[in-house]
């Protein structure tokens, strides 16, 4: 055991020693998590809006001051006519018109070029002028028909903020990419010095220098978790609903997983950069373009849908969505527990094989 917490010393002075590695490591979760919450984001907020109106109604000219008072539009001009309005948001100098016509009710005409953001506004709106967002919208069947009371809740997330969504893919990119990619760094450089075959003929066993090289980036990695919980708890304002003890024991097996899957790479990489190469082709896009990160899965084509059920990344999020915005208990996760623990194992299986394999 001696000689096991030798080895944990020695890899943690070689982390310690490299300051801008360090540096870069714990100032990339800071960085994203600011991006994300503050400049990459995707609340509604200043929508440039047009009124398209010939008379000012008592109702229209109310439904207009509850957009102007709001803090997510900003009300440019009015004009007389659709054409107007649409001529101002072709030449990009408005989002979206509202067109109140006398007797006929309302309708939006908003830029369509980016549909999400379309989709958003037009809700938003919609909501506004019913008043707030938790009163109720009426609709008429027909014209003799009793009205229809519809209430609006929106669960977990009633201020519709982006960075309920982005902390936990945060979590699942910057989790796996530091894990996989600096333990298959750290391996491959042992590798490429010519120190590799120096520490398996020392007394340790090879497992135990494998194991040992490993600890050093779990602790990083709780550290780099730590922060990112902290940051979106006081800095970003998002809740942690569920059982931290839970959070933190869904989040340390997906680091044991991104360790595996860091061996793995170091047993096909010969160099650094071409593990480091290895790590951003294999990790980076899959886990940015397939995990739910930005994309829901249920909307991508099936054959894509197919290949991210093999992402790690994709169940770590959904797991972390769940625990800590919804705070449902750890049953309701046990789906995405298992297939993490299942992966974990297969790679952790082949990795060490492969390993001893290619040493021996």
Known sequence: MKQFIAFVIKETKHILRDKRTMLILFGMPVVMMLLFGFAITTDVKNVRTVVVTSEMS???QQAVERLAQS???IITQTVNTPREAEQLIRSQKADMALVFVQNRGMQIM???SDPNMAQQWTTYALQTIAADRSAPATLYAAKNDSPITIHTSLLYNPQMKSAYN???AIMGMLLMLICAMMTSISIVREKEKGTMEVLLVSPVRPLMVIIAKAVPYLILAFGILITILLMARFVLGVPLAGSLFWILAVSTLYILLALSLGLLISNVAQTQLVALLLSAMVLLMPVVMLSGMLFPVE?????L????AIVPP???IQAMRKLMIMGV????????VAVLAVMTVVLLAIALKKFNVRLE
């Open 71 to 73: 803090e997510y539009f």
């Open 329 to 336: 208990g750890i049953g309701e996760v046990a789906h995405e």
């Open 305 to 308: 849908q197919w290949i991210s």
């Open 314 to 316: 994709r169940y770590y």
């Open 166 to 168: 982005f902390v936990p």
């Open 58 to 60: 008592p109702r229209t």
């Open 110 to 112: 908003v830029d369509g």
């Open 299 to 303: 909307s991508m084509p099936t054959i």
